[in-house]
């Protein structure tokens, strides 16, 4: 057994087997400990008072109240408990979204259980995971920062990607139709030099972060 406490890690997924394939995984580890499950948002905002979890792993494609939007009600509600987003999704827009709402990690579902048990491991001691095909996408070379270039409006658009809100979102926000959106996120690809809707989502996210450090 380790000298030190064991992680405390909380279970949400809406597909019960899922749920006791990992905890019959983590139970066989000394440095983690299963203190608490759930199958939807509404459960997992009831649990995470009760069983007050280090870190929870988090299924990406819920039903209903999805992973992201969840992961931004912890991170508002519990500032101090890791999220990892366990996810099948290997687009990069997913994992920027994720971690924008907060998401200190995001791990693919059919990565191997050691890479999970890292991941955890990392989030829980402050650090940042990513699975490496994710990571290989998202952390190419920045494309220039031509921000001064961008109308106002555009500038609206991009703090709104920024804050992982959907182009639809950003519409109803904004008072605009969902063309004019993606037009708009056209225009900023275009003199940002992006090559695609990754390198936006990442640049706007990254810009986000910036300003927040640097008001």
């Known amino acids: 057994m380790t000298m030190n406490a064991p992680i405390r890690l909380m279970l949400v997924d809406d597909h019960p087997l899922v749920r006791d394939g990992l905890k019959a995984r983590m139970d066989s580890v000394d440095d983690i400990e299963v203190v608490g499950e759930a199958g939807d948002a509404e459960e997992a905002l009831v649990e995470i008072e009760r069983c007050r979890p280090g870190v929870v792993l988090m299924d990406i494609g819920m039903r209903g109240i999805g992973g992201i939007e969840l992961t931004g009600r912890l991170h508002a509600s519990h500032p101090q408990v890791a999220v990892l987003m366990l996810s099948m999704y290997d687009a990069p827009e997913y994992a920027?979204?994720?971690?924008?709402?907060?998401?200190?990690?995001?791990?693919?579902?059919?990565?191997?259980?050691?890479?999970?048990?890292?991941?955890?491991?990392?989030?829980?001691?402050?650090?940042?995971?990513?699975?490496?095909?994710?990571?290989?996408?998202?952390?190419?070379?920045?494309?220039?920062?031509?921000?001064?270039?961008?109308?106002?409006?555009?500038?609206?658009?991009?703090?709104?990607?920024?804050?992982?809100?959907?182009?639809?979102?950003?519409?109803?926000?904004?008072?605009?139709?969902?063309?004019?959106?993606?037009?708009?996120?056209?225009?900023?690809?275009?003199?940002?030099?992006?090559?695609?809707?990754?390198?936006?989502?990442?640049?706007?996210?990254?810009?986000?972060?910036?300003?927040?450090?640097?008001?």
């Open 96 to 215: 920027q979204r994720a971690l924008a709402a907060g998401a200190r990690g995001y791990v693919l579902k059919d990565a191997p259980s050691s890479e999970i048990l890292g991941a955890i491991r990392t989030v829980v001691g402050g650090g940042t995971y990513l699975s490496p095909a994710i990571a290989q996408q998202l952390f190419r070379a920045p494309a220039p920062a031509a921000r001064n270039q961008l109308s106002a409006r555009e500038q609206e658009i991009l703090r709104g990607l920024g804050a992982g809100h959907s182009s639809k979102q950003i519409a109803r926000d904004l008072g605009l139709s969902v063309r004019t959106v993606e037009s708009h996120r056209q225009s900023i690809r275009r003199k940002l030099d992006l090559a695609g809707q990754a390198e936006l989502i990442k640049y706007a996210v990254e810009h986000a972060r910036r300003g927040i450090e640097h008001p």
